[in-house]
């Protein structure tokens, strides 16, 4: 037990601050000199003078040999100690700093006081510069999932989506510029899909080749990296291609081992570079942009797939009639032409040639003897025949991605005036597609074949259309005119 007791004690005394050792040694090297003092002090009190022997001064030397040396002692360990402090921490910095830069650092001829101070300096700054980029790490963190959360939730097109990503992903990384290419056909190239702060027009399109372009690296390797400066210039390429900024961090959009595109981001507005956490982050998304992409073609080759059954349906359904074939396809010629002559956007014009195509899928719902009775319906047979538009509506719905044929399908036997069906909506209420089917759909009847009576002459439809006044919009019809009659 007395032996565990100084083992304690002296491992304490080891373990013992710096400034603590101090405080004892001082006291306990300091009772030498004092006790020599008192000595020489008590013989001139007792006898007036000092009278020392030979003896009593070899006694005194040695105690003051025995002083020195255990002073020198004491304050070497005590300096070994901030030495040892010293070469840890230069150590720790060195693997920090790397070789050449600590040698710069340390060099000149400072104490190791000196060193160490401007060590824990150095230490201290960069521990303040790790935590900064941590609390950037978690924020960027935070602000992508946030906002590819919300992105995915409501995302209507992968379009909006992957215009999300790269801005997002720019944003969050500090970055100048950000570009999202994909892999084409032939796999020789990648092409832009969608750009954050750059103009398409000034890209270098020889830098997106898959053998010798810039990101010929990330796509070999199949793995993220950071371009410290341009690595693909050789040959005719002598110059730098104005539209990139350096440091670049980029990453292959990888699905299943192989790689549909690249996600990069150029220019950095905070810091000198990226760092790797970051080529991690970058790296996830874009894996993930990769399954949103793939399940994004997927759907699209599904929902085409959809539409075109949809519509050799409708065709299926146009063929019992004799004297409505290719009505489907007329009616959706004069739908683009009139679109395009009062300017809709080319989504609107895709819009409203789908929905021609299929308008009136919804008759598959009507029985024949109503669908193809040889002469004008009764109004039992009116009331059955008017839920086609209803049911062409309730096919269509369930398919996202044609939902905005919807509303076109639904209402194209709708008037302005609201004596249409099925909903009786009245001018404003009913959308500019609409009206444009309606008129191609009424001009396309007028002009062909019927059971109970002979087409009529181009401009006699047209007399029929201005007849029909605040029933159809006029305007529609004098782009008919324009587009199709004058040129009939």
């Known amino acids: 037990m007395i032996i565990n007791m100084q083992k304690i004690k002296l491992q304490s005394f080891e373990n013992s601050s710096i400034l603590l050792k101090f405080h004892i040694f001082f006291v306990v090297l300091s009772l030498i ?15 007036g003078s000092i009278t020392v022997s030979l003896d009593q001064l070899n006694i005194a030397l040695i105690i003051v040999v025995v002083g020195i040396i255990s002073g020198y002692i004491a304050m ?15 150590e720790h910095l060195r693997r920090v700093m790397g070789p050449e830069k600590i040698q710069e650092f340390l060099k000149g001829d400072e104490n190791e006081i000196a060193v ?5 300096r150095e230490i201290t700054s960069r521990l303040e510069e790790n935590v900064t980029n941590l609390e950037m790490t978690k924020k960027t963190l935070q602000s992508v ?9 409501n995302m209507r097109n992968i379009d909006t989506f992957l215009d999300l990503i790269v801005e997002t992903m720019t944003e969050a990384l500090a970055g100048k510029k950000g570009i999202l290419l994909l892999m084409d056909k032939d796999k020789a190239a990648l092409s832009v899909k969608t750009a954050c702060g750059m103009s398409l027009k000034t890209l270098d399109k020889k830098a997106f080749a898959v053998e010798t372009g810039l990101f010929s690296p ?8 950071i371009i410290p400066k341009l690595q693909y210039l050789s040959g005719d390429h002598t110059d730098a291609n104005d539209a990139f900024d350096y440091p670049i961090i980029c990453a292959p959009l990888l699905l299943r081992d192989e790689v549909l595109g690249v996600l990069a981001v150029f220019g950095r507005k905070l810091g000198s570079t990226f760092q790797e956490e970051e080529m991690v982050l970058l790296l996830n998304l874009a894996t993930q942009t990769a399954v949103a992409i793939e399940n994004a073609n997927l759907s699209a080759n599904a929902d085409k797939t959809y539409f075109e059954t949809l519509s050799a349906l409708a065709m299926a359904v146009e063929a019992k009639d004799p004297y409505s074939r290719g009505h489907l396809d007329r009616v959706g010629q004069y739908c683009v032409s009139i679109a395009q002559y009062m300017g809709l956007e080319p989504k609107e014009v895709g819009y409203l040639r789908d929905a021609a195509k299929v308008h009136d899928i919804g008759k598959i719902g009507i029985t024949d003897d109503v669908l193809s009775k040889p002469g004008p319906l009764s109004n039992q047979e009116w009331v059955v025949m008017k839920r086609h538009p209803e049911i062409g509506e309730g096919i269509i719905k369930p398919i996202t991605s044609l939902q905005p044929l919807c509303d076109i399908i639904r209402h194209h036997h709708e008037k302005l005036d609201g004596t249409g069906y099925p909903d009786g909506l009245k001018a404003e209420a009913i959308t500019l597609p609409v009206r444009i089917l309606a008129v191609a759909d009424i001009y396309d009847a007028l002009t062909t074949d019927r059971p109970y009576r002979q087409a009529m002459p181009v401009q006699e439809a047209e007399k029929v259309l201005r007849s029909m006044g605040a029933q159809v919009d006029q305007k529609i019809v004098d782009a008919l005119i324009a587009v199709v009659v004058q040129s009939a």
């Open 116 to 120: 160490l101070t401007r060590t824990f």
């Open 145 to 153: 999932l946030t906002r590819v959360g919300q992105g995915i939730s």
């Open 76 to 90: 070497r360990m005590m300096l070994n100690n901030v030495i040892d402090v010293t070469r840890t921490s230069a």
């Open 218 to 225: 990330v796509i070999k390797a199949k793995t993220a990296m």
């Open 33 to 47: 000199p004092l006790g020599v003092l008192m000595f020489l002090y008590t013989e001139l009190q007792d006898g």
